[in-house]
């Protein structure tokens, strides 16, 4: 039986459809790849119930509340106090998934900036991460975390990053965390695998984003939470690691950031 080196998924859609069918199935699979912990991202409010049920049942699962950008427009009226008040749950250890995306400009840019400041702002108040989503929005996400940060510390991470080598520098001196996806692995995935390389080993995670995105060589698959291994052994091949420093490393830096979350013993 092979022993792998314990791994956390930093981002997983648990309750999404391709995984919510065979829940108990994708986190025994991941389990047996090593997978010691999953924090199950919410994308809009309807959600939220769901996402903290499955971490109330499942004890190495931790949830998070919050408005993805391409819902910020049905969520315009979403007040500060309905996302304060939902952070209290004990298994709710993050605010997010938000931020801007520009790419497929679901919803009016001005509501998607609106969010995000409110959920900094709920940040900033808890103490509780980030968990930041930008595409095709590099400068409108650094001109809101410059001034939001000058107003007051919030623990922050960039998850599936995606983003250019000066965005992503940028983001570290202004004391973020970087997470890696199974984009890394892609063949044209060249600037980020040279940006992957410069991330301090204390500022980085590794996620899978399931079911999105699944690493080579499970292209082309609907992703699970299993191939966050994948993940880090590429990743840890392009840094020179061995693979279980990484992954003690990435596990360290997840409750270190997420610091509501127990380690386990």
């Avoid at 103490?127 to 940060?149: F, K, N, S």
Wanted: with cysteine.
């Amino acid at each position: 039986m092979t022993v792998h080196a314990p791994l956390i998924d930093s981002h997983c859609h648990l309750n999404y459809a391709g995984l919510a069918e065979r829940q108990g199935e994708v986190l025994a699979n991941a389990r047996a790849a090593g997978v010691s912990g999953f924090l199950n991202i919410s994308t809009r409010e309807r959600e939220w119930r769901d996402v903290v049920a499955t971490a109330e049942r499942e004890p190495d699962v931790w949830a998070t509340v919050g408005i993805h950008p391409h819902e910020a427009d049905q969520h315009a009226d979403l007040g500060r106090q309905v996302l304060l008040h939902a952070t209290r749950h004990p298994r709710v250890i993050g605010i997010g998934e938000s931020g801007l995306d520009y790419y497929y400009d679901k919803s009016e840019r001005t509501v998607q900036r609106d969010l995000f400041r409110t959920h900094i702002g709920v940040a900033r108040e808890t103490g509780l991460p980030l968990v930041i989503h930008t595409r095709d929005a590099e400068e409108d996400t650094l001109a809101i975390l410059e001034d939001e940060l000058g107003q007051g510390a919030f623990p922050a991470l960039i998850h599936c990053f995606t983003a250019s080598a000066a965005f992503g520098q940028r983001v570290l001196e202004l004391g973020l965390t970087v997470s890696l996806s199974g984009i890394v692995t892609f063949k044209n995935a060249r600037e980020i695998q040279e940006f992957a390389k410069e991330i301090p080993a204390d500022r980085l995670l590794v996620e899978t984003d399931s079911p999105f995105l699944a690493p080579v060589p499970h292209r082309g698959k609907p992703c699970e939470p299993a191939f966050v291994r994948n993940t880090a052994e590429f990743v840890a091949q392009l840094r020179g690691e061995d693979v279980a420093d990484l992954a003690a490393n990435t596990s360290r830096n997840f409750f270190a950031l997420f610091s509501k979350a127990e380690a386990p013993a």
